[in-house]
């Protein structure tokens, strides 16, 4: 009689781990992430330079030559982003139940 008291309660106690064991491994988690990028980049680059045709010479020990130049650059970059993101968490869980 014992011996058969202890064998089911060995059974009852491996079966009641393994359900256990089940059940959370049964639980499961899904996780989903989605991102929509629009980006725009505009660069406007401009430059331009003149001597106005000058020429300059300069004879003798103490003379000068002066000769001028016009230069003029400009840049102009713009960026932009636009960013939609929609993150979603699911979790399911199955749970069992002994009828005793």
């Known amino acids: 009689m014992n011996r058969a008291l202890t064998l089911a309660l060995t059974i009852a106690l491996i079966?009641?781990?393994?359900?256990?064991?089940?059940?959370?491994?049964?639980?499961?988690?899904?996780?989903?992430?989605?991102?929509?990028?629009?980006?725009?980049?505009?660069?406007?680059?401009?430059?331009?330079?003149?001597?106005?045709?000058s020429v300059a010479i300069a004879i003798g020990d103490d003379s000068e030559a002066n000769s001028g130049n016009y230069v003029e650059q400009s840049s102009t970059n713009t960026q932009t982003a636009t960013i939609d993101q929609y993150n979603s968490n699911t979790e399911d869980s199955v749970f069992f139940t002994l009828g005793f």
């Open 15 to 53: 079966g009641s781990l393994a359900v256990t064991g089940l059940a959370g491994t049964a639980a499961a988690a899904s996780q989903s992430n989605d991102a929509d990028i629009d980006q725009d980049q505009t660069v406007v680059q401009t430059s331009s330079s003149s001597s106005d045709g």
